[in-house]
């Protein structure tokens, strides 16, 4: 079945450093990629999404590139705040089956000032 | 566009009663899905509607729990006899058939005591 793995946490930078979160698939078919967010006592928000291979997604700052090679989506910002600390889920879509999303574990990301 | 909303925030209950959830989504939208977080877990996807129909049910947990979207709008997920692993945050999101992007709630948390 699908599956997604994602860096174990916590993950601890300083502020203006920069940000790799490794997230690896198992899928069937092309899916679609995924990064979710979730601020502490909040609800998890969409960040950032790629369709198909070669596909970037972007959003505040943060890239993605969906790599059907090496069945990778990593997570990269050039320089993180500290208002970045939160949990970050990659997550795939592929439509085979259940239809539902398949998270990663969730990585927690501490910035220091 | 309020969001999904998702009530109550908190629930807590004695092993055995019976508990329900109801989520509103994005009032546009028509697919409506039921995810479950345990701690230090991403979402594990349950179950989910196109307009009132279910179209997947096996991935619920067991068969203590139900879910129902009568008129195709708000939904709501029932856990009969609850146990204490039942304990988590319970998650509703909502998207327009044929994308892929889906947007969450803030959750339900379940203590079960």
């Known amino acids: 079945g699908d599956s997604v793995t994602q860096m174990e946490g916590p993950v601890t930078l300083s502020e203006e450093a920069f940000l790799t979160i490794n997230c690896t698939y198992t899928?069937?078919?092309?899916?679609?990629l995924f990064w979710y967010v979730q601020y502490p006592g909040e609800g998890l928000q969409l960040l950032l999404k790629?369709?198909?291979?070669?596909d970037k997604g972007s959003n505040k700052g943060f890239e993605a590139t969906y790599r059907k090679e090496t069945t990778s989506f990593h997570l990269e910002k050039g320089s993180v705040q500290v208002s970045d600390s939160a949990v970050y889920f990659c997550a795939l879509y592929s439509g085979g089956g259940a239809d539902g999303l398949t998270f990663g574990k969730g990585t927690h990301l501490i910035i220091q000032p | 566009d309020t969001g999904v909303s998702q009530d109550p925030r908190h629930k807590i209950t004695k092993r055995g009663q019976n508990v329900t959830f109801r989520c509103d989504p994005i009032s546009e939208h028509n697919r409506l899905y039921w995810y479950r977080q345990t701690l230090g877990q991403g979402p594990e996807f349950l179950t989910y509607f196109q307009n009132e129909a279910q179209l997947e049910k096996s991935r619920l947990l067991s068969d203590r729990f139900s879910a129902e979207r009568p008129k195709g709008s708000f939904s709501t997920l029932e856990i009969q006899r609850t146990e204490q692993g039942d304990s988590a945050m319970y998650l509703c999101a909502s998207s327009f058939a044929q994308k892929y992007e889906q947007y969450f709630g803030p959750g339900t948390r379940l203590t079960v005591t």
């Open positions: 899928a069937t078919g092309y899916p679609s």
């Open positions: 790629a369709t198909k291979a070669d």
